[in-house]
């Protein structure tokens, strides 16, 4: 049994756990331990890519189990996931207007998903939504990061996305954001109406003069949905010890994504790049990206979002301490999205919208 506390499930003690319910059967004392810390502190996963697969692939019930998806609604709270990032993930290629017409069509399927799954998903466009549906049982989907392409280089565009729910913008593959002149004036004015509306910016992915614009002109954290640390192994979207550094003393977050190819394969590859991240950038600034539906390989120790309990029993045996672990797999975000919400209800308060275009900025 539990109760709870601050919006998350307090374990009543570990002897009332239920029996190990992951594959492998693993129930020793650290395992025990590990769910105990997901009852209190539950995950808040950076990336998943449900969206897209289910749009190639067409709805399934997410409320059986065992389908062709890594997640679903059982394995969600087996793993003692609280909230998830659906991110909107468009084809190589699609640009212009399609490309906000295909993250449109993303959006309402991923609506229409969680409207099915009442009993398991409820949408979350705020940090007080996020509690609300952990203290109700249900995994909150924060919808986001979609790619910046997804704007057709409009600022009313955005405004309209965010009013369907999207939350995280990624600040790479466009001219404006992530081209050889890293952040333009346009992208500038992009991240002051972002900050004004209670969008998170996320710069996996972008080159790093673009991610250090965006750390000094944010008012709000900085997000990296899907790096390492390319200290340890080099990636495209994995990040430098600097740039740690500066995402750090901004209070940015670096959420460390689960993939074979940006960590290793194996559990303990992953620890290590959460190590380093606390390390370099320090405890409040590191969190977790499941990249579950996106087409990554996985460590076997961590295939599906059940097996986050395996992972938290590795930090706790080598040392992480217990307020280490409720910002990395909660606080950190709870952070973040709160910021999200009292900047905008500040900078709403005080300015119109912009209305600024690329036009007139950059000349394009």
């Not at 080099?234 to 190819?261: I, K, R, T, W, Y």
């Not at 190590?275 to 579950?292: F, M, T």
């Amino acid at each position: 049994m539990s109760h709870l506390q601050d919006g998350v499930p307090v374990a009543a003690g570990l002897d009332e756990l239920p029996d190990d319910p992951f594959p492998g059967g693993e129930a020793d004392d650290t395992l025990r331990l590990a769910r105990a810390v997901l009852e209190r502190y539950p995950v808040a996963d950076g990336r998943c890519g449900l969206p897209g697969v289910l749009a190639r692939s067409g709805r399934c019930d997410l409320e059986l189990g065992g389908s062709a998806v890594d997640t679903d609604v059982p394995r969600l709270r087996a793993g003692r996931v609280g909230a998830q990032f659906w991110a909107l993930d468009l084809p190589e290629g699609t640009g212009g207007d399609r490309a906000l017409a295909a993250t449109l069509e993303l959006l309402d399927l991923a609506r229409a998903v969680i409207a099915a799954h009442p009993e398991g998903l409820r949408p979350a466009r705020s940090a007080g939504e996020v509690i609300d549906a952990r203290n109700c049982g249900r995994t909150a989907v924060v919808l986001g990061p979609a790619g910046a392409r997804a704007l057709a280089d409009s600022l009313p565009a955005l405004r309209a996305l965010h009013t369907l729910g999207l939350r995280v913008l990624t600040l790479s593959g466009t001219a404006w954001a992530g081209g050889k002149t890293g952040l333009t004036r346009f992208g500038e004015e992009v991240v002051r109406e972002m900050n004004r509306l209670g969008v998170l910016a996320d710069v996996s992915g972008a080159p790093e003069s673009t991610a250090h614009r965006v750390l000094a002109l944010s008012r709000t954290p900085v997000l990296c949905t899907r790096s390492a640390a390319s200290a340890l192994r080099p990636h495209p979207d994995n990040v430098s010890d600097d740039l740690l550094g500066a995402l750090g003393a901004a209070g940015g977050l670096c959420m460390v994504p689960f993939a074979a190819e940006q960590c290793g394969t194996a559990v303990e590859d992953v620890a290590d790049h959460l190590g380093h991240v606390r390390d370099v950038a320090g405890p409040e600034s590191v969190g977790l990206s499941g990249a579950y539906d996106t087409g990554a390989a996985h460590p076997a120790e961590l295939d599906n979002p059940s097996r986050h309990p395996h992972l938290v029993a590795e930090l706790l045996r080598r040392g992480w301490s217990d307020t280490e672990l409720s910002l990395l797999t909660w606080g950190n975000v709870q952070r973040a999205l709160r910021s999200a919400d009292f900047t905008a209800r500040a900078a709403q308060d005080r300015g119109e919208p912009s209305r600024a275009r690329l036009a007139d900025l950059d000349g394009g």
